[in-house]
Structure formats: C-alpha cells, structure tokens
C-alpha cells in the first residue's frame, strides 16, 4: 500500500508565472515520503511579503514580513469525510523569497524549493529554537534538497525569521 499525500498549492495572481507549482508540490511530497508520513495533506501558499506580514502580526505578535510561516493543525477535527489527516499550511512571502535568491545566488524556485522543505518539517513538528534543534531540521532539510544551502560569508544558511504560528 502507497502513501496518499494531497497537496496543493496556491499561488496569488502576480507571481502565477514565476512558480512552479508542481515542482513545490514534488517536494512537499519528497519530504512527506523521507519522513516517513504514512498519509498527509497540506496547502502551500504563496502571496505577497504584506500579507505574510498579516499573518505573522496576527498568529506570531511580530509586526515584520518573513520568508515563510507554517500553521499545523493542532488536534483540530477532521471532517468525516477525510481520508487522509490534514497536516497545515505553509505560507510563503515570494517577494521575500526572491530577494533572499538574489543574495544566496540561486533561482527563486530553489529558494521556493528550500522554504517549502522547511515549512513542512515545521508542520511535522521540527523546529530550531536551540542549535541542536537547528542541527536536525538542518539536516533534514538537506537530506530532502540534496545539498547544503551556504550563505555569501560561507556560513551555512538560515531562512529568515520564520516560524511556527
């Protein structure tokens, strides 16, 4: 029997043509699949860096865009018909995103690619409030892109100050 995972991605009108929803979708799924999710669905978003800013005054208490936020569901009722459990949301600002490809040198996709990975494994419960934590997601995230993502200064990358909401 095959895992079942459903996700779906919505992109805000004015950044349409520069996502590759489906590629995001591979990889949410990747993701999935390495961590061991017997069945998952989720919704990525990506919007404008004023409405991430929203979100993030309104879950998080911080009046500041961010590359990426995720909302888990947190023991919230499924509707009856579910067949698979729903995991959350990711939310991912593109101006941020692309900004932030700019600085490390790749394509907004792979920073669209990195985001997604990491919100995900916030949604599965990862987080990288202490270094050992960090060290884990890290390395995850990792395993799942296939490299390690360096900053311009060599160090190795963080995203923005995202979080869990």
Partial sequence: ????????????????DRVDSDDLAAIAQRTLELEGVPAGEL???ITDAERVRELNRTYRGVDAPTDVLSFPMQGEPLPEEASVPYLGDVVIAYPVAEQQARELGHSPQEELRLLVV???LHLLGYDHATPEEE???????????????VGPGGERYRSGEDEEA
Avoid: C, N
Avoid at 3 to 15: I, L, S, T
């Fill in 1 to 16: 029997m095959s895992a079942e995972y459903r996700v779906h991605v919505q992109v805000d009108a004015p950044f349409h």
């Fill in 135 to 149: 060290a884990r997601m890290w390395a995850r995230q990792e395993a799942v892109l296939g490299r390690k993502y």
């Fill in 43 to 45: 919704t990525i978003v």
């Fill in 118 to 120: 990491h919100g995900v």
